[in-house]
Nanobody
Framework: QVQLVESGGGLVQAGGSLRLSCVASGPSFSRYSMGWFRQAPGKGREFVAGISWSGGSTYATDSVKGRFTISRDNAKNTVYLQLNSLKPEDTAVYYC????????????????WGQGTQVTVSS
């Protein structure tokens, strides 16, 4: 069973940066694709970025391309999300998740989730 714990969220002004981390415990972290999702108040959970088990393939939703970067360090059982040029509309709870197959945009394809970390961007 993989357990995921996110950290790194906080309050930042528009244009600022944050780096989110997600540490995994349990076996076989390197066998999982990983994804970052976010959920704003009153909205559904939205795919942000994904990365394959090896780190060789990454994906991002259009609204964050060029601003957010996903990466992973399998030796540290950690996946990261670098958030640059933040906008107020990026405000949400950010979740990391693990998927046994490819990192898709569908939350239902992920079978392990963290508790989330709040990112708030002020204008």
């Amino acid at each position: 069973q993989v357990q995921l714990v996110e950290s790194g969220g906080g309050l930042v002004q528009a244009g600022g940066s944050l780096r989110l981390s997600c540490v995994a415990s349990g076996p076989s972290f390197s066998r999982y694709s990983m994804g970052w999702f976010r959920q704003a108040p009153g909205k559904g959970r939205e795919f942000v970025a994904g990365i394959s088990w090896s780190g060789g393939s990454t994906y991002a939703t259009d609204s964050v391309k060029g601003r957010f970067t996903i990466s992973r360090d399998n030796a540290k059982n950690t996946v990261y999300l670098q958030l640059n040029s933040l906008k107020p509309e990026d405000t949400a709870v950010y979740y990391c998740a693990a998927a046994p197959l490819l990192p898709t945009i569908r939350p239902s394809d992920y079978n392990h989730w963290g508790q989330g970390t709040q990112v708030t961007v002020s204008s």
